[in-house]
């Protein structure tokens, strides 16, 4: 081990050395409300149809390289405007690797908000790009003042705005998000992976915008075992993005389950729309909560602080009782004593809130 530890030291770059990898834990028989899932499974009444169309495929063949298909599908259930052009991605992960690679150069800055979204440090750092993060603010509203002063100031080649953002759930003022685009020497892209949860979107506005693109995944939405993400900006942008692209990206089975699944969308958007009510009751039970501070939430997901030093505690006490949020507490100073919960079915969230009780 001695020898290929010399060996990884000479050739792994120090950045990347240090750099931890994602850790998704094992739930094991726990009830899951730590990844903002869709708690409901497909329908009944829709898997027998489903398994018609896998009978159908010819796994022997390549995909489709393009998914057209599947492209068509998702413009008119995400009401993409004609003149953007879109691709699609293993996940909205890999396309925004895929940007950040187009841009990679010496130099070269990657810049968001923080705390947000993991995956754009962890992505620009794998690219050897600098990771520039701009704190928001201690109510975790975006500072835009000081988000327009460091892109003045550093000329990040692209920003990144999740909207809503990621742990905190909260929508960014869109007034302030129109300025940054606006004075963004390079690209911005707006990360809507949780626009099922919200009325509010930037996708009308790609096409008036050249610097503008938009990220959506249907993962949050009952889809996150397919893994498609899809992004809408200029084509000449993403004609250069396609470059990056690896062949096939997306298999036969995912194009075909994703088209399937869209054409059933409205079966999806009643459970969104189920996940919209009960996070709002959701919320409110825990406001009656002794000790937390509750964060509004337009994503399928609650961000609530416990009392100080108590997080490591309740999150442990919740594992022992059943349920698997997420200790966001020692991730980043702004999220000293948070969790995160995801909206569960109405009996998951009633066990985890009798189980957060047993624990305050």
């Known amino acids: 081990m001695t020898a290929a530890n010399d060996r990884i030291d000479q050739l792994v770059r120090p950045e990347l050395r240090a750099l931890p990898a994602y850790h998704v834990p094992d739930p094991g028989n726990l009830i899951k409300l730590d990844a903002m899932e869709n708690p409901y499974r497909w329908p009944e009444s829709l898997l027998d149809d489903w398994f018609e169309v896998l009978r159908t495929l010819e796994l022997n063949r390549y995909p489709d390289p393009q998914a057209t298909a599947l492209k068509q599908e998702l413009r008119r259930r995400m009401a993409v405007p004609d003149s953007a052009a879109v691709m699609l991605g293993n996940g909205s992960d890999e396309l925004i690797q895929m940007i950040i690679q187009t841009v990679a150069a010496p130099g070269r800055v990657i810049m968001a908000p923080e705390p ?56 960014f003022d869109r007034t302030a998000v129109e300025a940054i685009i606006e004075h963004a020497p390079g690209l911005v892209v707006i990360d809507e992976a949780y626009a099922p949860f919200t009325e509010h979107s930037f996708l009308p506005a790609v096409p008036d915008t050249e610097n503008l693109l938009v990220l959506r995944t249907l993962s949050k939405i009952g889809f996150a075992g397919l893994r498609l993400g899809l992004l809408a900006g200029p084509e000449a942008w993403l004609a250069e993005f396609e470059k990056t692209r690896l062949p096939y990206n997306i298999s036969t089975l995912n194009q075909a389950c994703g088209v399937f699944a869209l054409q059933h969308y409205d079966v999806f958007s009643e459970q ?46 919740l594992k022992e009782r059943g349920i698997l949020i997420k200790n966001l507490n020692g991730t980043v100073t702004a999220l000293a004593d948070c969790l995160r919960v995801t909206v569960g079915s109405p009996e998951e969230n009633a066990a985890f809130l009798a189980a957060l009780a047993e624990c305050l």
């Open 116 to 171: 947000t979204f993991v995956m754009y440090r962890q992505i620009a750092t794998v690219c050897g790009l600098e990771f520039a993060g701009v704190p928001l603010r201690a109510d975790f509203t975006l500072d835009a003042e000081a988000l327009l002063a460091e892109i003045a100031n550093r000329q990040p080649a692209v920003v990144f705005l999740a909207w809503p953002n990621n742990p905190t759930g909260n929508l």
């Open 272 to 317: 969104t729309d189920s996940l919209r009510r009960d996070r709002a009751a959701l919320s409110a039970q825990l406001q009656e909560m002794p000790g937390l501070t509750v964060f509004p939430s337009e994503a399928n997901f609650i961000l609530l602080r416990t009392p100080p030093g108590r997080a490591d505690a309740i999150f442990a006490g």
